[in-house]
């Protein structure tokens, strides 16, 4: 069974830079076949994407987001990474990391079948 | 970037009663392999998300029988056949087509 564990500080000040990890067991990030993602939920509101990675390195992300975010992967140790940069209290969240499918259709699926339980990052002034 | 919408956004349900749940995209979901890129998630109380339904029809493991997707292009539907008192949560519809990949806003069931 795969597990991921989100870790990091749960405060974070403005300005700076909210970093997560992101532990999978019972699996290997350096799996091919699948992507791993960040997601972050506000409080009491829905679910947004942020990103995701590829065991290769290959990345993604929102354009929402874009130019403050980067995730990475260090398949030696079976972890990602979240980095959130310049961070405003808007950035308050729940922070989820994911893992897909893989192919289930002749092509990949983008299911988020595996999910951590989630780590709330406040970001303070 | 596609935009997803849901119809209730909340649904009162009884008990052993049927439910069902709408979810419409801005745009076609239909993949090229000829599959509907869209997924079904609940979110119980205080839990993270968990996959229901994946490429519009498809149960993920575990999942009961009495959940089932539908639909195709733009128009999915979410349907429980019996509800159960563990079926009470937050209802989303995701699509993995194109990226970003969007969620919509939510359903939030409970009981009457």
């Known amino acids: 069974q795969v597990r991921l564990q989100e870790s990091g500080p749960g405060l974070v000040k403005a300005s700076q830079t909210l970093s997560l990890t992101c532990t999978v067991s019972g699996g290997s990030s350096s799996s091919g076949g699948y992507y791993w993602y960040w997601i972050r939920q506000h409080p009491g509101k829905g679910l947004e994407w942020i990103g995701y990675i590829y065991y290769s390195g290959t990345t993604h992300y929102n354009p929402s987001l874009k130019s403050r975010v980067t995730i990475s992967v260090d398949t030696s140790k079976n972890q990602f990474f979240l980095n959130l940069y310049s961070v405003t209290a808007a950035d308050t969240a729940v922070y989820y990391c994911?893992?897909?499918?893989?192919?289930?259709?002749?092509?990949?699926?983008?299911?988020?079948?595996?999910w951590g339980r989630g780590i709330l990052v406040t970001v303070s002034s | 970037d596609i935009v997803m919408t849901q119809s209730p956004l909340s649904l009162p349900v009884t008990p052993g009663e049927p439910a069902s749940i709408s979810c419409r995209s801005s745009q076609s979901l239909l993949h090229s392999n000829g599959y509907n890129y869209l997924d079904w998630y609940l979110q119980k109380p205080g839990q993270s998300p968990q996959l229901l339904i994946y490429?519009?029809?498809y149960r993920a493991s575990g999942v009961p029988d009495r959940f089932s997707g539908s639909g195709s292009g733009t128009d999915f539907t979410l349907q429980i056949s019996r509800v159960e008192a563990e079926d009470v949560g937050v209802y989303y519809c995701?699509?993995?087509?194109?990226?970003?990949?969007?969620f919509g806003p939510g359903t939030k069931v409970d009981f009457k």
């Open positions: 995701m699509q993995g087509l194109q990226t970003p990949f969007t």
């Open positions: 490429v519009g029809s």
């Open positions: 994911a893992r897909d499918l893989g192919y289930c259709t002749g092509s990949n699926c983008y299911s988020l079948v595996y």
